[in-house]
């Protein structure tokens, strides 16, 4: 049977602070990433993009796939 490697418990000596930071970054540079992508299908005329009545954004690409894009979320529609 092998063992799972679990990360230290820092909770005690403050580096649990540290790891979220971290974590949030990681989220903030991957997030940047796929706007960039999205951002290069539009320019590219591969994609458009529209805002619903909600406020919410909607992607369509021209292959007909259609994606819901939230703060924290893609979503496929169509």
Do not use: C
């Amino acid at each position: 049977m092998r063992a799972m490697a679990r990360s230290p418990d820092n909770t005690a000596n403050g580096n649990s602070q540290t790891r979220d930071s971290s974590r949030h970054k990681r989220a903030d540079d991957a997030k940047s990433l796929v706007m960039t992508a999205i951002g290069e299908l539009i320019d590219g005329g591969k994609a458009e993009w529209s805002r619903t009545t909600t406020g919410e954004i909607e992607l369509h690409l021209l292959t007909g796939e259609v994606f819901l894009l939230g703060e924290l979320s893609v979503t496929r529609l169509a």
